[in-house]
């Protein structure tokens, strides 16, 4: 139990999980801004913010989580890296970004008990 100096008591936090503590803001919204950059199809028309969670099978995460790790080892290591698909220079955020969308993709298949 907790009591606070107005007299208020509360219940212990010490179980309860702390999304405060566990996560940014800043790279939350870092992120978001990410994912609705990249939802603009080649048709050009806007994929639901969501779309990803319909499912899509984890060796195209896998595929695609090596490929932006290897993008942010290179830019580690003082090399540039191009987009293949459009010729411009992919920084370091888009990379860790794209890493963070699959490892994320990964993670939500796994714990919806998906197996391909």
Not at 56 to 80: A, F, N, Q
Request: aromatic share 8%.
């Amino acid at each position: 139990m907790r009591e606070f100096e107005t007299g208020a008591t509360r219940g212990s936090n010490e179980k309860k999980l702390d999304y405060e503590g566990f996560l940014s803001p800043v790279v939350l919204k870092c992120y978001a801004s990410y994912m609705h950059e990249h939802r603009k199809q080649v048709d050009g028309k806007l994929r639901a913010s969501d779309n990803w969670q319909k499912g899509m099978p984890k060796d195209e995460y896998m595929k695609s989580l090596l490929r932006h790790t290897i993008d942010v080892w290179t830019l580690h290591r003082g090399r540039m890296v191009l987009d293949p698909e459009t010729g411009s220079v992919v920084t370091l955020r888009e990379a860790l970004c794209g890493v963070l969308f699959n490892a994320m993709g990964m993670l939500f298949e796994l714990m919806e008990g998906r197996t391909k």
